[in-house]
């Protein structure tokens, strides 16, 4: 039995929104990499389980084949095995990509700090109103 739980139909970690305010874009920034990182977690325990159950399905074939009970069951429960050994290696791409992914966030994250951090501290900190990022670029 799966200890996965399924989550809420559009639980997203952080809206996709219009408020490009710095702090807002490295709150979710911050939300994006999080959820990718848990998800590779979530992702590894998956792998292992599929793993498991493929070993155990083998171990299945074989009693069956010991048992000298009817080929076919064999075999299904050999497919089942392999299909099981197949969707384990495919959940270990997928969690390669999502870790490269949560690495590529973190990475954004501090580029976005480097180029806008200061220009936020400064506008956060004033009594008046300074132009938006970009102003001076027209």
């Excluded at 292992?48 to 299904?76: P, R």
């Excluded at 497919?79 to 690495?103: F, H, K, M, N, P």
């Amino acid at each position: 039995m799966s200890d996965l739980v399924p989550r809420a139909a559009g639980a997203a970690p952080a809206p996709a929104d219009s408020d490009n305010r710095y702090k807002a874009v490295q709150n979710k920034l911050a939300k994006l990499g999080k959820a990718l990182e848990d998800a590779g977690l979530e992702l590894e325990s998956l792998r292992l389980s599929m793993q498991g159950n493929a070993s155990h399905a083998n171990d299945v074939a074989l009693d069956i084949e010991n048992g000298d009970l009817d080929a076919k069951f064999v075999e299904m429960a050999s497919l089942v095995s392999a299909a099981l050994g197949g969707a384990a290696i495919e959940v270990r791409r997928v969690r390669a990509t999502a870790q490269e992914t949560a690495d590529l966030t973190h990475e954004a994250k501090k580029k976005h700090a480097g180029l806008y951090g200061a220009l936020d501290d400064i506008r956060s900190n004033r009594r008046v109103k300074t132009p938006r990022p970009g102003f001076f670029s027209r």
